[in-house]
């Protein structure tokens, strides 16, 4: 299941405007998730963010302390002492893990490949890993799904991977820099998702008992409730 986070402030819900983003920002955070900070620089700014949800996962907890500092520099400070860098565009940080390049192990003679990844509907990737085949060398999409890499002498492919999709091995062919990818769902980690009610899980990150009901078994007489609609039902 394609896994992508997307804070939006309220007022980008209403329509995209331009926004008067403040200049500085006071923090005091005590070991705090990263995506706890993620969301306090969304409420300190008014800006939306963008990262894959499992980026953070491995994310150590961070300390933050910071008085009428630049926000951009509080971000930048915190995101790179952490392995991840950002981008900032139409009011969007988009936010990645930063790829160190290995300039030593790469030929001197090196073509820029550009592209842009999208899903079956065309809709732009963001967030979408691509490496040069062999290596560990590689970059990410940006806001619009748009790439650019260095590629080196004697690497023929790009691997092209993002959680919920099939990886894509993308074929370099000779004197041709600009590419589109068109990523598929991958099926075998489609998990089933279990409405609670108030919240969606995956059914096989579920714990104890779990009661399942088939839409076809519901039946309204146009004023009964969907809590009585359920009254009576066997568990499955």
Do not use: C
Not at 101 to 124: A, H, L, R, W, Y
Not at 139 to 157: E, L, N
Request: glycine share 8%.
């Amino acid at each position: 299941m394609v896994s992508l986070t997307l804070i939006l402030t309220l007022e980008s819900l209403a329509g995209y405007g331009a926004k008067v983003v403040p200049d500085t920002v006071s923090l005091n955070l005590k070991e705090v998730k990263l995506e706890k900070f993620v969301e306090v620089m969304k409420q300190k700014t008014g800006l939306n963010f963008l990262y894959n949800s499992l980026l953070f996962k491995d994310a150590k907890p961070v300390t933050v302390e910071a008085k009428g500092e630049n926000w951009e520099a509080v971000l930048k400070r915190v995101l790179e002492k952490e392995g991840f860098t950002y981008d900032v565009k139409d009011e969007i940080v988009v936010i990645k893990r930063k790829v160190e390049s290995n300039t030593s192990q790469m030929s001197d003679q090196s073509n820029v490949v550009k592209g842009k990844i999208v899903d079956s509907n065309k809709e732009p990737l963001p967030g979408v890993t691509i490496l040069l085949k062999g290596t560990s060398v590689g970059t990410v999409t940006d806001s619009k799904g748009d790439f650019s890499i260095r590629v080196p002498r004697g690497v023929d492919s790009l691997i092209v991977s993002f959680v919920g999709m099939q990886t894509t091995y993308l074929k370099l062919e000779k004197d041709k820099f600009e590419y589109t990818v068109v990523m598929k769902e991958d099926m075998t980690q489609l998990g089933e998702v279990v409405i609670t009610g108030y919240q969606e899980f995956d059914r096989s990150r579920m714990a104890g008992s779990v009661s399942s009901i088939k839409a076809e078994d519901l039946h309204f007489n146009g004023t009964n409730t969907l809590e009585q609609a359920l009254q009576g039902r066997p568990h499955r």
